[in-house]
Structure formats: C-alpha cells, structure tokens
C-alpha cells in the first residue's frame, strides 16, 4: 500500500481547564449553581462542580447563615451580660438602649450590606468585621475589664474574628478593638475598676462557651464538607488523569506536552520549518490481506506498528499517522536537534525499522505459520514544510503539509523491497556517516525534472571488515546476529549451531 501526504484529522484540542476560583464571585457561584427559572434543576456539570470545589479549597470560611448565626451570638453575649448588669445595678437604666442597640445593628448591618455582599463578598466581610471590633472593644470596657470577663469576651471576641476573616483581616480586627476599647474608655472612664456582679460573669461566662460550642460544630461541619471536597477532587483528578492517558494515545508524545504544559495555544496556526520527513508502507501487505482471516490480520497489523512507534519515539522523531500498514513520520518540530542531526535519526530509525520487521517476519512465521514476504519500503527527504494546526475551530489535526512531503512520498512509492531511499538533500547532510549509492533519477509525479535519489546501504561503522551486525532471511534459510548484543558465554552454542546448520546444507545442496 503506497502511503500518500493525506491530511487526515486527528483531534489535538485541549482539555478545558478548571477556571481560578475568586472570592469575588461568590455570589454569582452560589447563583449558578442554583436552577434557572423555568428550567428543570438538572445534574451540575464538571465545570460548575469543578468551579464550586475550587471555591470550597481556597475560601475557608463559613456560609453566609452560618456566619450570621455566630455574629449575632456573639452580639447576644454582649447584650445579655449588659442586661445582667442593668438587672442587678452595675449600669442604669439608661443602658437599656445599648442593650437593644446590641441586637438590632447587626440585624440592620446584614440588611444594609447585603447588595455589598453579594458584589464585593470578602472586603464586605472585612469591613463588617471592623465595625465589630470597634463594638466589642467599646462593650469590654463599658462593662469593667475585669480579667474574667474581659478574658472570657476577649475569647468570644477573637474567635467571632477568625472565623470571619483571614490573618490580615484578624490583625486588623484586633487593632480596632483596641481602638475602640481605648476611645471609649477615654470618654467614659467611671466603669473601669468595678467589679461586675456574679449574674453578669455567670452570663458572660454561659454565652461565651455556648458560642464556643456552636462555633466549633460549624467548624467541624467546615472542615468535613472539605475533606469531602478534596476525596471529590482527587478522585476527579484520577478519572481526568486517565481521559488524558487514554487521549495522549491519539496524539504525538512531543505534541501532547506541549499542548499540557501550556507552552502552546491549540488554534489554527502553521509556521515554515525545515523537516526530515519519513513515509514507509509494506509490500505484499495487499496480497496477504486476500489470505488471512480479519482477526490474525490485525494481530500482524498492531504488532508491526506498535514496534515502528516504538522505534520512531526512541530517535525522536514525530509520528504524523498511520494510515493502513503504512506510516508517515517527521523530525525537526515541535522539538529539533538541529537539520544535520535530525536527518541521521530519521536514517537511523529507517534502517532500526527494516531490522526490527526481520525479527518480526520470523516470529509470524513461527507463531502464525505466515509464509508470505512482507518487506519495507522507505522515503526520506529534507526540506521546508508547513507544520502546525490544519482544519476547523472544533476538530484539528497537526501535521505537516508541501512539496517536499509530496517528495518523501514520491520516494517511498519508488523504493523496492527493503530499500530505504534518500532525496540528494538528506544524503548531503548524512554522507559523513551514512553509506550510500546513487541510483539515479526518478520520474516523481508532481515535479516537472527528474528527482537524484541515493539508497541507504547502512552505517558506515557497521558496513566495515568488523561488520556489527548480520541479516540474513532467505526461503527456509533465516539468520541474523548483532555482535554488540552477543553475549560471551553464549559463544559456544552459537559455534555449534553454525556448524550444524553448515553440515546439514552441505550434505543436503551437493
């Protein structure tokens, strides 16, 4: 089957990644995951669950009602301990009011901010949280500072600041209790130095380690509801992790991570490189299809093309497609080593692969009893190409497209069996190391003069009087030995398996 230049698609798009959770949108997050109107509430889908588990991670803080149901206890604490105050005659009567300012601000500030809330939700929260501090400090001075309940309001105090804000915003906090504590005693210094009565430590005391209590269990329900999240996410990140495996089988491995990495956007683009491009197909592929069943067809099929990607990954070079039993391959993008180089690993890859379909063509006769010769036939040229992304908006396909692949193509179709053909260009750039012939010119349909094309005899080191390697596959004759892979103590059974088959063709032919 003669391989051709085909620009058939294979989708490279990416993933689309999980959009950073910002604080700021909160509230727009909590919106979306809620119904629309007049829609049926369906499953949430991976981007909006994606979306809401990122938010959960990076926004350690309480819900909206689980965080007012903490303020306004905390607030109940302070109104409660001024009442007990009033009731046994440590504040007058007057106080009253205070008492009743304590637990309607913040219900007035929760409706005052909410419009706040829902468009700026931590400097919203951060501000409430001031104003708090300055309340808290003014009502611990009010009623005494005396070491226990100033201790016990403190606690109450700090908590309700943690919760609500971060380090920064905890820091701030504080400073604006300490002002308002010292502000309030600087115009109302009479309460300071009286000893509260027992009702009002009793009260303080009994709040305070209510609050404590509810505080906790919604910490608690916090911290769950994230350790839920994260099992969630990882066990995402796990099925994410094996689509990408799974995609990653359709696409080059150089391609693959870039794309990931993030090195390079996925649209429709395409540059001018210089290329080494490769095309191989298999003779007597056609005729064996007409013999064997589908099933052991495809096992020659996969086994043939699982060892030339093999070889192709292992010198670099880019796996384009494959179409049918053939496969075009091409060196020098995304990754390159430089023309020179790049031009010996593709000629290396081309002679690794007529070897390697040696070892396979006597294990198909062993294992399937497949008497047919399939042999390789190689193109190789270098030149500039158009390499990029080709194809729509929705369905992409990174390849590589121009004369010189028309060329390459041209080359291979031209080739005999096991012949590995070079355009003058390539074998310029590898003759120093690549032994080669001329073979004259070839009619290439596409180019108006006669193409010079060189045939690949091997590498030089191997093609000496010291030859490192041996094929050797006849009808009912098959030998073939790498001395770089020979092992030593090995030698012996070699020797007499050599003698042997010796004496059996010399008794046999004469």
């Known amino acids: 089957m003669t391989a051709t230049p085909l620009n058939k698609p294979t989708t490279a798009r990416r993933a689309p990644a999980a959009k950073p959770a910002k604080l700021e ?22 981007e909006k669950k994606d979306d809401r588990h990122s938010r959960a991670l990076t926004q350690v803080f309480l819900p909206a009602a689980q965080e007012f149901n903490v303020r306004m206890l905390a607030y109940i604490t302070f109104a409660a301990t001024f009442t007990a105050g009033t009731l046994t005659g440590f504040h007058s009567l007057y106080w009253t009011a205070a008492t009743v300012g304590l637990l309607v ?9 909410r419009p706040a809330r829902e468009r700026f939700p931590l400097p919203t929260r951060q501000l409430i949280t001031f104003f708090d501090a300055l309340i808290f400090g003014a009502c611990i001075v009010v009623l005494g500072l005396d070491p226990l309940l100033t201790l016990l309001l403190l606690i109450l105090s700090c908590a309700s600041f943690i919760i609500a804000g971060k380090l920064a915003a905890f820091s701030t906090a504080i400073l604006a209790l300490i002002a308002g504590g010292a502000a309030t005693y600087h115009y109302v210094p009479e309460f300071v130095g009286q000893t509260p009565s027992e009702p009002m430590l009793l009260v303080g005391a009994g709040l305070t380690g209510l609050y404590v209590l509810v505080s906790s269990h919604y910490m608690i329900l916090l911290a769950r509801s994230l350790r839920k999240t994260q099992t969630e996410l990882h066990a995402q990140s796990e099925e994410y992790k094996e689509i990408s495996r799974q995609l990653s089988k359709y696409i080059a491995p150089q391609v693959w991570q870039i794309i990931f990495s993030g090195k390079k956007d996925v649209r429709l683009e395409s540059t001018r490189k210089r290329l080494v491009v490769f095309f191989s197909d298999l003779e007597g592929f056609t005729r064996l299809t007409d013999e064997l069943e589908p099933e052991t067809l495809t096992i020659i099929v996969n086994q043939y093309l699982e060892e ?3 070889i192709a990954m292992d010198h670099g070079g880019t796996i384009d497609k494959f179409i049918g039993d053939s496969v075009m391959v091409f060196f020098g993008d995304p990754d390159t080593r430089g023309t020179r180089k790049d031009a010996l690993a593709c000629v290396t890859m081309a002679l690794a692969m007529r070897r390697k379909l040696s070892e396979l063509r006597r294990r198909w006769r062993k294992d399937l009893g497949i008497e047919t010769e399939l042999s390789m036939r190689m193109g190789i040229n270098t030149g500039f190409c158009t390499v990029g992304n080709f194809g729509s908006e929705s369905r992409l396909d990174y390849t590589i497209m121009g004369r010189e692949v028309n060329l390459a193509s041209r080359l291979e179709s031209s080739a005999g069996p096991n012949e590995i053909l070079i355009s003058k260009t390539t074998h310029e750039l590898v003759r120093q190391v690549v032994s080669s012939r001329h073979k004259g010119e070839v009619r290439a349909k596409g180019f108006a003069s006669p193409v010079p094309v060189y045939e690949v005899q091997g590498l030089r080191r191997e093609l000496g009087e010291q030859s490192l390697f041996t094929d050797v ?9 790498d001395t770089d892979r020979l092992r030593s103590y090995d030698k012996e059974r070699i020797l007499t398996a050599l003698a042997k088959a010796h004496k059996h063709i010399k ?4």
Do not use: N, V
């Open 105 to 113: 601000w913040p219900l007035l500030l929760q409706l005052l901010t």
């Open 507 to 510: 008794d046999r032919m004469l």
């Open 308 to 310: 030339m990607a093999r």
């Open 25 to 46: 949108a909160e509230s727009k997050a909590q919106a979306s995951a809620e119904p629309s109107a007049g829609k049926p509430a369906g499953k949430p889908s991976p």
């Open 473 to 481: 596959d006849l009808a009912g004759f098959s030998m073939q030995f």
